[in-house]
Nanobody, 124 residues
């Protein structure tokens, strides 16, 4: 079954760190740009970061610049999101997505696969 599986979420205190992983099953991630998105309760899903399949260039939302780092390991078919200096407002379900284009605001046609998400909770 083709799928994206996120892992690494959990509960941390303000200022803590987590590393999320996004692993692909039955397809190759290096054919896609990959994005991380998040959705907090009662809020719309927002783009966090994405990384190019061709150049490795990256995009970040202003709210996470300097704190989060996206990376990819094509040998492991996995994308990572290193999250440092976490704040309570980072609390959300985090999703990865296989994208046809680099964007933090994808339309339906920009996304080939979504993962099911992993919960990140930051306490104050």
């Amino acid at each position: 079954q083709v799928q994206l599986v996120e892992s690494g979420g959990g509960q941390v205190q303000f200022g803590g760190s987590l590393t999320l992983s996004c692993a692909a099953s039955r397809f190759t991630l290096d054919y896609y740009d990959i994005g991380w998105f998040r959705q907090a309760p009662g809020k719309e899903r927002e783009g966090v970061s994405c990384i190019s399949r061709k150049t490795g260039s990256t995009l970040y939302a202003d709210s996470v610049k300097g704190r989060f780092t996206i990376s990819r390991d094509n040998t492991k078919n996995t994308i990572y999101l290193q999250m440092n200096s976490l704040k309570p407002e980072d609390t959300a379900v985090y999703y990865c997505a296989a994208l046809f284009t680099m964007t933090l605001r994808p339309d339906k046609s920009d996304v080939d696969y979504w993962g099911r998400g992993t919960q990140v909770t930051v306490s104050s």
